[in-house]
Structure formats: C-alpha cells, structure tokens
C-alpha cells in the first residue's frame, strides 16, 4: 500500500464476510472528498456484490475515488466504474460457484458415507471398554481415562448425562 503511494493504512484483522468490520468504519469516517482508496483487491473491501455496490455509491456520494491493485480498478474513471460493476459480479459468481461446488462435494462425500470433522476420540471399542469399567468400579473416571488415552472430560461427555451419571 505505501508503495501505491498510500498516506494511511488500514488493516482488517476481521473476514471480509462480516459486517462489523471496525477497521473498515474507520476507513469509511476517515476518507475526505477528493481522496482515493487503494485495496489490494476487491475480495478484501466487501462481502458481497451488493456491498461492493453500496460502496461505490457511497464514495461516489463523497466524491472519493476507489482503487483496487489487483484488478487494475480506477473508479474516478468512467471506464473504471463500469470495470469495477462488472468486476464486482464476477467476484460474487465466484464466491457463490464455490459455496455451491463446496457444499455438493460435502454432499457426496456424506452419501458415500464419509462425514467431516475431527474422528471421535472414542470409537465403539474405547466406549465399550470404558462403560464396562466404570460400571465395575474400581477404577476413577481419571485413571479410565489414561487407560483408554482420553481426558476425563471426553469420558464424561460420551457418557449421556455427565458426572451425575457416573456417580
């Protein structure tokens, strides 16, 4: 950005998909007619078309002009407001091609029985093991737990009802 000859840096911590963005706000209360804001690209400005949109107006609004590095964006042009509109539904197509592909994959994945996530800590056997010692006795939950290499906190969760139930 200082090398695009940026006077003020803002940098978001939070994911361009939500709203709150604090960094963006006070990008938004700083900006003055006449100057121009530089992104790095138009994925990092907005979450979606519609904001890229309502944006655009607003700067157009305040006389602020919109620079994105990446896609060679000039919006105080008129060729550079259009470039920026049809860019901007193109970002949007993508962002709504993957979720769809994303979700299909997810989708065939679980009809082939495969499911996301972190494996169980405690598969059938473990659990077996587990509630035949504890219906035994003589061993605590913690010692259960070494035994089978779990926290006690995973024996408490897999056995329905926590603590009370294994009182």
Do not use: N, W
């Not at 700067?59 to 002009?65: A, E, K, N, T, V």
């Amino acid at each position: 950005m200082k090398a695009a000859g940026c006077e003020k840096v803002f940098v978001e911590t939070v994911s361009g998909t939500k709203a709150e963005r604090p960094e963006l706000r006070k990008l938004l209360d700083h900006a003055r007619a006449g100057d121009v804001v530089v992104v790095y690209s138009l994925s990092r400005l907005a979450r979606s078309v519609r904001h890229l949109i309502d944006l655009s107006e607003e700067f157009q609004r305040r006389d602020i002009g919109l620079m994105s590095i990446t896609e060679a964006i000039d919006t105080t042009t008129p060729a550079g407001r259009f470039l920026y509109v049809t860019m901007s539904a193109l970002s949007q197509l993508e962002v709504d091609l993957l979720r769809q592909r994303t979700a299909a994959g997810l989708l065939a994945a679980r009809q082939r029985g495969r499911v996301g996530g972190r494996p169980k800590a405690l598969d059938p056997v473990k659990l077996t093991v587990v509630k035949t010692l504890l219906s035994e006795g003589t061993l605590t939950v913690a010692e259960i737990a070494e035994h089978v290499g779990v926290a006690p906190s995973t024996i408490y969760r897999a056995v329905k009802g926590g603590r009370s139930a294994l009182a």
